[in-house]
């Protein structure tokens, strides 16, 4: 019996995206963006700056990621600081030498989201975002 795991869609969706982003920022010559990074970096695109909230995003411990940002500060793709209103938080940015990276991974993934779009249809895009519009931590 063959069942459609919408978890397993959800996983090859997600793997879609970054391939397709890794194929795009190798193409540009951005070769050493594992798909970890390219996660933490999606999530400071999408405006978040915390790194205990990125990695509750990604399932992942507190102290992995602080190792994986010491990692990407050290390829200075990324700032990490104290929190100037909690000192036990850390505050993660964009290094300014990222700017050309944020850039091309910023129009890499508007053209894949175009190219779904494309691919199935305004209407489904539109329903697609709205259902993944949720507080997924209220579930």
Same mark, same amino acid.
């Given at each position: 019996?063959?069942?459609?795991?919408?978890?397993?869609?959800?996983?090859?969706?997600?793997?879609?995206?970054?391939?397709?982003?890794?194929?795009?920022?190798?193409?540009?010559?951005?070769?050493?963006?594992?798909?970890?990074?390219?996660l933490?970096?999606?999530?400071?695109?999408?405006?978040?700056?915390?790194?205990?909230?990125?990695?509750?995003?990604?399932?992942?411990?507190?102290?992995?990621?602080?190792?994986?940002?010491?990692?990407?500060?050290?390829?200075?793709?990324?700032?990490?600081?104290?929190?100037?209103s909690?000192?036990?938080?850390?505050?993660?940015?964009?290094?300014?030498?990222?700017?050309?990276?944020?850039?091309? !991974?910023? !129009?890499?993934?508007?053209?894949?989201?175009?190219?779904?779009?494309?691919?199935?249809?305004?209407?489904?895009?539109?329903?697609?975002?709205?259902?993944? !519009?949720?507080?997924?931590?209220?579930?």
């Amino acid at each position: 019996m063959s069942t459609n795991l919408l978890m397993l869609d959800l996983v090859k969706a997600i793997y879609w995206f970054d391939e397709s982003l890794q194929q795009g920022l190798r193409s540009r010559g951005w070769n050493d963006v594992t798909r970890a990074q390219s996660l933490v970096l999606a999530n400071l695109a999408n405006g978040e700056s915390r790194s205990a909230r990125i990695a509750e995003n990604l399932g992942v411990s507190r102290q992995a990621m602080s190792q994986m940002l010491a990692e990407m500060a050290a390829k200075d793709l990324v700032c990490v600081a104290d929190d100037p209103s909690d000192r036990r938080a850390r505050i993660v940015t964009f290094s300014p030498s990222s700017a050309a990276l944020r850039e091309d !991974a910023g !129009a890499i993934l508007h053209a894949l989201e175009e190219r779904l779009e494309r691919h199935i249809g305004k209407a489904k895009m539109k329903a697609v975002r709205a259902a993944m !519009a949720i507080d997924w931590r209220s579930v």
